[in-house]
């Protein structure tokens, strides 16, 4: 018997690549720019970037950081945040959000998702809130905003800031606002595979208070405002000019590809209407006056493994996020979640599913990939019938 062959993928999941390619020479000018300078901490090119990332933020005050996960870090600095004070977060999202909380000795309180949207339920935080919160931190995940207006009513009440977890939303809108406005500090990442991405790690975090700009603007280096003088406990989270000048670049184009995977997503939900596959597929959708920029096209499908594998075997790559809540997670057993706490979470974590879908993704390949995905479904129908 011939062993069981997996095809090698036809295209991969996300295709940097043929991204770099359409501004190879703009980017090698730009390192180059960056090495004859040889000023590569913080300096012209960083404060360039944050000046220029004013508008898609909608913050008056922009700082380049280490990572997404410093920018959740410093936000929660920033605000004063100690140990044992009460912090609301979603369970399913990244790691990140959870482990910058629990870090600083805070607690996590886990509020359940909303499973039409894969956001943290507002009617949830609400009820949640209460005088030990020090912070609410909603997640865009995906690209999609939470629903931010009754979740900043909710904290309003007791004068909780909101964090918003802006990594995989750059660009997005809710209500026509930009994310990371509407909160007291928006946090960003540009990990290689976000929306604009660098060329490895780096973040912005943005607000548009005074105060707390001062604050996080001092905690990235050391908590120093002149050299040598420390008016706070800082840390050492910084962005370099070699990725700003990069990240430069990109980000003149990042509205042009926000629209690429937005007309992609469009043309999966065609696709999967044309094919009768929606209601199997649940793919997502976008609430009125928000701007979904779809970091990720997720859907979600009771039989997940079986299709996952079927769309493999076809050499068609897809991904999990995420696999396993973070309730349940070892490094945080000690907040003594059970399974069965966080319902919606723990169901989406089992369904969810990530088709490819980045701005140079073509019309061929979603055709592809959704004629496979329904023939998953038809040959799941024989099946059924040959049961009767
Ligand atoms: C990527 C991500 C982060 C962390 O960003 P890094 O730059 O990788 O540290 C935080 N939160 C969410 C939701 C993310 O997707």
């Known amino acids: 018997m011939a062993p069981t062959t997996v095809a090698t993928?036809?295209?991969?999941f996300l295709d940097l690549k043929a991204q770099y390619a359409t501004i190879r020479a703009e980017i090698t000018a730009a390192v180059t720019r960056v090495l004859e300078s040889q000023h590569f901490i913080l300096g012209p090119e960083v404060a360039a970037l944050e000046e220029e990332l004013k508008p898609t933020t909608g913050c008056r005050?922009?700082?380049?950081?280490?990572?997404?996960?410093?920018?959740?870090?410093?936000?929660?600095?920033?605000l004063g945040i100690k140990p044992g004070d009460e912090v609301i977060a979603p369970p399913f999202t990244f790691v990140a959000t959870i482990g910058a909380i629990e870090r600083l000795g805070a607690r996590t309180v886990f509020v359940d998702i909303d499973p039409g949207t894969f956001n943290v339920c507002p009617k949830l935080v609400a009820k949640a809130i209460t005088g030990k919160t020090k912070a609410v931190i909603p997640v865009h995940l995906f690209g999609l905003s939470a629903d931010l207006a009754p979740i900043m009513e909710a904290a309003g009440k007791y004068e909780v800031p909101v964090i918003e977890d802006a990594a995989q939303a750059i660009g997005a809108r809710y209500k026509e606002k930009p994310v990371g406005s509407i909160g007291a500090i928006g946090c960003y990442s540009f990990f290689p595979s976000k929306n604009l991405g660098g060329a490895g790690d780096g973040g912005i975090v943005s607000t548009n208070d005074p105060a707390i700009a001062d604050a996080l603007k001092v905690l990235r280096t050391h908590g120093s405002k002149t050299k040598y003088r420390y008016e706070l406990l800082g840390i050492n989270s910084r962005l370099d000019a070699l990725q700003a000048a990069i990240l430069r670049v990109k980000a003149k184009y990042l509205d042009a590809w926000t629209e690429g995977r937005r007309r992609n997503a469009d043309r999966y939900r065609e696709l999967f209407k044309k094919y009768g596959l929606e209601r199997k597929v649940n793919p997502p959708t976008e609430p009125a006056g928000s701007r979904h920029v779809?970091?990720?096209?997720?859907?979600?499908?009771?039989?997940?493994?079986?299709?996952r594998a079927h769309l493999q075997q076809d050499g068609i790559p897809t991904e999990i996020y995420y696999p396993y809540p973070l309730h349940l997670q070892p490094a945080f057993a000690y907040l003594r979640y059970r399974e069965g706490s966080l319902p919606h979470a723990e169901t989406a974590a089992r369904e969810v599913l990530s088709f490819p879908n980045y701005p140079e993704l073509t019309e061929d390949q979603q055709q592809v990939i959704v004629s496979a995905v329904a023939r998953f479904f038809s040959h799941v129908s024989v099946g059924a019938e040959k049961e009767k």
Request: net charge neutral; aromatic share 14%; glycine share 6%.
């Open 9 to 12: 993928s036809q295209f991969p």
């Open 61 to 78: 005050y922009v700082y380049g950081c280490a990572s997404g996960s410093d920018a959740l870090l410093l936000a929660l600095m920033a």
């Open 294 to 307: 779809y970091n990720q096209f997720t859907i979600r499908v009771e039989r997940r493994e079986a299709l």
